[in-house]
C-alpha cells in the first residue's frame, strides 16, 4: 500500500510574510525571556542625581566628609571618582575639592558616567547609574552595591 501525500501549494506572498512577521516575534520573545525578561524602569537624570544627593547627603549640599574623610561633598565623591572622571573630561580641571560644589559635582558625575555607564546615562537607567556611583566601573554587576540601589530607588518617584 502506497502513502500519499497531498501536493503541498507554496504559500501567497501575504501569507509568507505573516509567518516572517511571526517567526520574527517569537525570535524577539525568546531573547526577551533569555535576558531575564525584564526592561529596567528608566527616570529623568535629575530625578536620579535627587535620589543619589539624598542617599549620599539627605540633600545638605554642606555635609560632612564620609568614608573617614575620603568622600566629600553632596554626592560624597572619592578622590578615585573624580580622578576618573577629570581623565575623561579635562575641563573639569584640577581642583578636587570642587567636588563639595553640587553643579560641579554633578559635572563630575556625569562624565563618570558618560565614561563607565554611558548607555545607562543615556536612557536614564537609574539602577546602573546608582550601583556605578556606589561601586565604581563594575559596581552595576556586584551584589554588594543591591543595597544602596534599594535605597536610591526609594527616593525615585
Known sequence: MKLRLPRLRPL?????????????????????LASG?????TWPRGDILSALRWVESHHNDNVR???????????????VYWQDAQRAEAALGNDYQRCRDRAYAEAVIAAYMQKWAAAAWATG?????????????????????????????????
Not at 65 to 79: E, S, V, W
Not at 133 to 144: E, I, M
Open 125 to 157: 537607567d537609574a539602577e546602573t547609574i546608582a550601583r556605578v556611583h556606589n561601586g565604581g566601573p563594575l559596581g552595576a554587576s556586584r551584589d554588594s552595591t543591591l543595597p544602596y540601589w534599594q535605597r536610591v530607588r526609594a527616593q525615585l518617584p
Open 37 to 41: 525578561g525584564e526592561r529596567r524602569q
Open 12 to 32: 501567497p506572498r501575504r501569507a509568507r510574510k505573516l509567518v516572517a512577521a511571526c517567526l520574527a516575534c517569537c525570535l524577539l520573545a525568546a531573547l526577551w
Open 65 to 79: 566628609d564620609g568614608d573617614g574623610g575620603k568622600a566629600i561633598g553632596p554626592y560624597q565623591i572619592h578622590l
